[in-house]
């Protein structure tokens, strides 16, 4: 596609960050609904199968993939590494939380920022708009209000 790097390396410094919707579990390994004492991990370190085109200062809008919803906002702090060669997410990214729901109960749809939740299936990461973004923050804010 034109205009789009072929690497996170080649993008130019100062190069605005870039939004993606970041599932995480899957149907046979679910989030659970208290996932913040349980997995508080995924707060830290994000896993993909192959090299992710993400750089650092990319936002992640985490969403639960078996709950459909949306969870937190991560700040990607690391260029992806190879930190678990042989296994099934071997690469992954060091991240910040930006804001965080600690219960899935409470947690708003992914329908809730304007993505239809079919369109995350069997995906590590999905690209999405500003718009969808701001709608992401100001969803996930909501809940603490």
Do not use: C
């Not at 993008?11 to 599932?23: I, Q, S, V």
């Not at 707060?43 to 192959?50: D, E, H, K, N």
């Not at 085109?53 to 690391?78: L, M, N, P, Q, T």
Request: no cysteine.
């Amino acid at each position: 596609m034109p205009g789009k790097p072929d690497s996170p390396k080649d993008r130019p410094p100062g190069d605005p960050a870039t939004y993606w919707l970041k599932p995480i579990g899957h149907a046979r390994g679910p989030l659970p609904a208290d996932w913040f004492e349980t997995r508080p991990r995924v707060l830290r370190r994000s896993g993909f199968p192959r090299r992710p085109r993400v750089r650092e200062g990319d936002r992640f809008v985490y969403y639960a993939s078996v709950w459909k919803r949306i969870f937190a906002i991560v700040e990607v702090v690391s260029e992806p590494e190879e930190t678990n060669p042989g296994e099934r997410w071997p690469w992954t990214v060091a991240v910040d939380p930006l804001l965080v729901i600690p219960n899935l109960d409470h947690a708003p749809p992914v329908e809730a920022i304007g993505v239809p939740a079919r369109s995350t299936s069997q995906q590590s990461h999905i690209r999405l708009s500003a718009e969808h973004y701001a709608r992401a923050v100001d969803v996930i804010s909501s809940v603490a209000r």
